[in-house]
């Protein structure tokens, strides 16, 4: 692999998306974790609750920050990296762009009076309303950035005249028709992993002893979530499959190593390819993909050998597809375990094995997530702008990227190294115990 311009450009963006989007994720989901958990316990006028949704809050305050840097970063080498892109494409997706920022903004806002209104409503409930504005903003901004790059995958509102985009329309171009199913996809992902990993952070207090009402009802209410987030993720995983079918079959083709146009196509789990391009040690359902693309079991489904060689993405995303699918599948089964337990008496759902497999959800669900954005962008390749332009038409031909990698990804091990830190410390000097004694000594206590 030569590392030129090309693939510094495309090894640097993939190093700042992957480490962004950990926070961009916190940032869409753990909003509506922090507004469940006020909701309940000013329903039930439960302290453990609303315990928890002041030291989420406090924890969000510190992967927002990070998350505006990483953010900054990726608009700075739209620029710098995609010079071409941006030339072209640059004037249709402003809007979005500008809109994503109004939104960061707009949640900015009622976040900041959020965290400094604790206890200065008379009515509990007008506090827990500021955290709708919060919510709305931080999916709002989801929203408009993934308009974006669906945007990439199917792009419309614009006619392409020697090199120069004309009657661009921005609205047409935000509606594109990958929009809906990336946006329900995204934003039901984004709640699914938060709810993870804050069950496995949970979890992993509960064996380390903490077995008090606050870390059992924490558990409860992340382990809930989590459940009802990935069957909501499993019904954006079918729309999205039933898009690729029929808008973008060569991404599913190569994602499912399907090479051939047939009827009643088999799913396949893993599996190698040997030197003839034959499937190997493969686990097959007959006929699912079929059943994906088009809730039939005859569906058609489009071979990736109808696709030109130099326009198919790399075959690798196969595993990228298996990591996502049987990560949720992992997490879906663990949390309805949980859940089921929970509701016999005679069953312990606290059981160290089932504890161990919480927390290992956690960050499976990230792994699962980094490797859904991987399956999604490099299965547009060889595009950046399907259709239009190529990657290795957008690059800059600059002799500094290399340089620029290095300088970045210092930048992000010490982002990620110090907000490790922080979030240690800052709940490690008050521990859950302390803090609902301090603030509940009515109503609090750990038992």
Not at 123 to 145: E, N, R, V
Not at 182 to 199: D, G, P
Not at 273 to 284: C, M
Not at 334 to 342: C, G, N
Request: glycine content about 6%; overall charge negative.
């Amino acid at each position: 692999m030569e590392l030129d311009s090309v693939m510094l450009s495309r090894m640097l963006t993939t190093m700042t998306l992957m480490f962004h989007i950990i926070f961009a994720m916190i940032g869409v989901g753990v909003p509506v974790m922090i507004a469940i958990a006020e909701f309940i316990g000013i329903r039930k006028n439960d302290p453990h609750y609303l315990l928890l949704a002041r030291r989420w809050a406090r924890g969000f305050t510190i992967t927002v920050a990070v998350g505006v840097v990483t953010g900054t970063a990726i608009g700075l080498q739209l620029s710098l990296l995609w010079p071409s892109f941006m030339e072209v494409a640059g004037q249709i997706i402003a809007l979005p762009l500008f809109m994503e920022t109004f939104a960061f903004f707009f949640e900015a806002i009622f976040l900041g009076i959020y965290l400094y209104t604790w206890d200065r409503f008379k009515g509990k409930w007008t506090h827990w309303l500021l955290t709708i504005p919060i919510m709305i903003g931080s999916s709002a901004s989801a929203l408009f950035i993934t308009t974006v790059n669906a945007f990439m995958n199917t792009p419309q509102g614009f006619d392409l005249k020697e090199g120069q985009a004309i009657n661009i329309d921005p609205i047409a171009a935000m509606l594109n028709p990958a929009t809906p199913s990336k946006v329900f996809h995204v934003v039901s992902t984004s709640y699914m992993t938060s709810a993870a990993l804050l069950a496995a952070i949970v979890a992993f207090a509960i064996l380390k002893g903490k077995r008090g009402q606050y870390e059992q009802k924490a558990l409860r209410l992340t382990v809930t979530c989590a459940l009802v987030f990935s069957v909501l993720t499993a019904i954006a995983g079918d729309v999205s499959a039933k898009f690729l079918a029929e808008v973008q079959p060569e991404k599913l083709a190569a994602a499912e190593w399907h090479f051939e146009t047939e009827e009643g196509a088999d799913i396949i789990f893993f599996g190698t390819l040997n030197e003839d391009g034959e499937i190997e040690n493969e686990i097959r359902v007959p006929k699912l993909l079929s059943f994906l693309a088009g809730n039939s079991f005859d569906t058609e489904v489009i071979g990736l050998n109808e696709t030109p060689e130099d326009e198919r993405p790399p075959l690798w995303i196969h595993y990228m597809f298996d990591i996502m699918v049987s990560i949720g599948m992992f997490v879906m089964a663990i949390t309805a375990l949980f859940v089921i337990m929970s509701k016999v008496k005679k069953w312990n759902e606290l059981n160290k094995p089932l504890l161990w497999a919480i927390v290992a959800s956690g960050p499976l669900s990230l792994i699962a997530y980094e490797a859904g954005w991987i399956l999604a962008e490099v299965g547009r390749q060889p595009w950046i702008l399907r259709g239009y332009m190529k990657v290795a038409e957008a690059a800059t031909r600059s002799d500094d990227v290399g340089i620029t990698f290095i300088m970045f990804a210092l930048l992000y091990l010490v982002l990620g190294v110090m907000t490790v830190i922080v979030l240690i410390k800052m709940f490690k000097n008050s521990p859950a115990e302390a803090e609902l004694e301090k603030r509940f000594p009515d109503g609090g206590g750990s038992a």
